[in-house]
């Protein structure tokens, strides 16, 4: 059970444990694995916590610093770039 999160611009916006997802890590694992096979530095994206930005009406901004994090894992760090976004021609 370790904690998850993500900041952005030094934000708390989501926060989480293992423990909440809908699927144990372990039946996650055993599911690729049944139809992919999983090498060292494979990430399987599982959703996300109650905290998206959309739903709070905060978007993200050129220049902000996105870290998303685990414990005894470490952390992720990304920055924003300006985009075309999805209704440019």
């Known amino acids: 059970d370790i904690s998850l999160w993500c900041d952005v611009a030094g934000e708390r916006m989501q926060a989480a444990r293992s423990s909440q997802l809908i699927f ?3 039946t996650l694992v055993a ?3 049944s139809i992919c096979t999983l090498y060292p530095g494979d990430l399987i994206f599982t959703g996300t916590p109650a905290g998206v930005g959309m739903a709070r009406g905060r978007y ?3 220049g902000e ?3 998303s994090g685990a414990d005894v894992i470490g952390e992720l760090r990304n920055v924003c ?3 075309l ?3 440019a021609p």
């Open 65 to 67: 610093v996105i870290v």
């Open 24 to 26: 144990p890590i372990p």
């Open 81 to 83: 770039v300006a985009g």
């Open 85 to 87: 976004g999805p209704l």
């Open 60 to 62: 993200l901004a050129p």
């Open 31 to 33: 599911y690729l694995s």
